[in-house]
């Protein structure tokens, strides 16, 4: 009887072994890996700009939804798991493909062609550089459609904002607030800036007593 519960204490042991090392295991295999992008055109130049989407199916943006700086490049954290990339720029093609899970890192090189605009990355136009908003204005993503005469800002914007002021200098100086709608019209001039500057806030009271929370300044790149 004593042998037998020797072995039996032996045999626990082994088995809680085995458990810790499976979920060691799996721990490992959820672990983040750095996943690269870097988009060029068709003579191998570097695309500034072009905005990149790393997701999953069902929610293409999961992982990361940004802009390429100036080489080209851009890079996220993402799991060991499948993924799905979308990659977009304005004149050119758009391309959207799958890698399979890996817990390695990875920089992809992906070509855009000038033609057809093809799927599209949704990350808006905020550039890499903006962080999230200040107090409860927190802005998630801006879209930007072309109109003939004018582009139009799309927010999706958390807080409730009632207000926003759009300029072409990063200060926003002398710029008037305006009531908020989530369909900004880009009249006139603006909408042949490069890049404009955005900025939204939620506003209560008078000049003398009020209550104020504003986002920070986005930067919105437009061409």
């Known amino acids: 009887m004593e042998n037998k519960s020797v072995l039996s204490s032996q045999l626990k042991k082994l088995l809680m072994s085995i458990s810790v090392l499976a979920l ?11 996943f690269g992008v870097r988009v060029v055109d068709g003579n191998g130049a570097p695309i500034a700009g ?9 929610n ?4 990361g939804a940004t802009f390429t700086d100036q ?3 851009v890079s996220v954290d993402v799991p060991n798991v499948p993924l799905l990339v979308t990659v977009s720029k304005d004149r050119f093609t758009g391309m959207r493909t799958t890698e399979p899970a890996r817990s390695f890192n990875l920089l992809k090189e992906v070509k855009l062609r000038e033609g057809t605009p093809g799927p599209r990355c949704r990350a808006g136009s905020v550039l890499a550089e903006h962080k999230p908003g200040v107090g409860s204005i927190v802005v998630t993503d801006i879209a930007i459609d072309d109109g003939a005469f004018s582009k139009t800002l799309s ?17 926003l100086e002398g710029v008037q607030w305006q009531r908020f709608s989530n369909q900004i019209a880009l009249g006139g001039e603006l909408s042949e800036e490069e890049k404009v500057y955005l900025q939204m806030r939620k506003f209560a009271g008078t000049t003398k007593a009020f209550l104020e929370s504003r986002s920070e300044v986005m930067t919105i790149r437009l061409n």
């Open 71 to 73: 080489q080209g490049y």
């Open 50 to 58: 072009a905005s990149v989407c790393i997701g999953m199916q069902g």
């Open 155 to 171: 927010p999706t914007v958390s807080g409730e904002p009632n207000q926003y002021r759009v300029g072409s200098s990063k200060d």
């Open 60 to 63: 293409y943006k999961q992982f």
């Open 24 to 34: 060691s295991a799996g721990s490992i295999s959820a672990q983040a890996a750095q």
